[in-house]
């Protein structure tokens, strides 16, 4: 799900635990409306890139439920 996204820099980083609890909040506020989150993983930002490089290397869960 990485191909056509430019990871370079946040692929570097994106391993680093706080990255995770910083997702992981984002999803417990947001998870409330669908919209946002599909806003989120369509943004093709540098946090799209690190949501969709956490959920292929979580191989697919929490997150990657969203991601479809």
């Given at each position: 799900?990485?191909?056509?996204?430019?990871?370079?820099?946040?692929?570097?980083v994106r391993?680093?635990?706080?990255?995770?609890?910083?997702?992981?909040?984002?999803?417990?506020?947001?998870?409330?409306?669908?919209?946002?989150?599909?806003?989120?993983?369509?943004?093709?930002?540098?946090?799209?890139?690190?949501w969709k490089?956490?959920?292929?290397?979580?191989?697919?869960r929490s997150?990657?439920?969203?991601?479809?």
């Open positions: 799900t990485l191909h056509n996204v430019d990871c370079s820099e946040e692929r570097s391993r680093g635990e706080g990255q995770v609890e910083a997702l992981e909040l984002i999803l417990e506020r947001e998870t409330s409306s669908d919209y946002k989150i599909s806003h989120l993983l369509g943004c093709g930002n540098a946090l799209q890139c690190v490089s956490l959920t292929w290397e979580m191989g697919g997150i990657g439920q969203l991601d479809r």
